[in-house]
């Protein structure tokens, strides 16, 4: 928590309130825009329960990363929760429009819907571990660590998403 606690004081007033607004508005519109899109509140709920998992494991991993490892958390490591939460957007995304697209069709079913999530979640955890794995040979230290936890996040995210999905959605 100290790692937030001094970031937090050595920022602006300005920095304070546009990040907070910035999340608080990201936060609510993807709710919002689920709910609208789909009229479905397990749908809904699914996206809600994945932002908030993504945001409390990626506070735990910069706490594990300043604590554990005793690695200096400096503000690069900010970039962390920005790249999760494309990615975890990215991921709620693909289901999402699916559902949209195929929720009228006589044939849909949500078992399609959780093979078509299924399926994506194979390919996304693919591309990740494969551009992680090609961009970290290039990096050394502190870029090396965040482009390591990006990717370590970012697959493990996407297998929450279709857990919670395949759990939530029936």
Not at 33 to 54: D, E, Q, R
């Amino acid at each position: 928590m100290s790692i937030f606690l001094s970031l937090w004081n050595n920022w602006t007033i300005y920095e304070k309130s546009t990040t907070s607004i910035i999340i608080f508005l990201i936060f609510v519109l993807i709710g919002v825009g689920t709910k609208y899109l789909t009229k479905s509140t397990s749908l809904t709920l699914v996206a809600m329960l994945s932002l908030i998992i993504s945001g409390i494991i990626t506070l735990l991993s910069l706490w594990f990363i300043k604590d554990v490892l005793n690695i200096v958390v400096s503000s690069t490591y900010l970039l962390i929760p920005t790249v999760i939460l494309i990615i975890n957007t990215l991921n709620l995304s693909t289901f999402i429009t699916y559902y949209i697209q195929e929720k009228d069709s006589k044939k849909f079913n949500l078992i399609d819907l959780k093979k078509e999530h299924i399926h994506d979640t194979i390919n996304l955890s693919v591309f990740i571990g494969l551009f992680t794995s090609a961009f970290s040979i290039f990096l050394k230290n502190d870029l090396f660590n965040i482009s390591l936890i990006i990717g370590l996040i970012s697959i493990s995210m996407l297998w929450i998403n279709y857990y919670i999905l395949y759990k939530l959605v029936k």
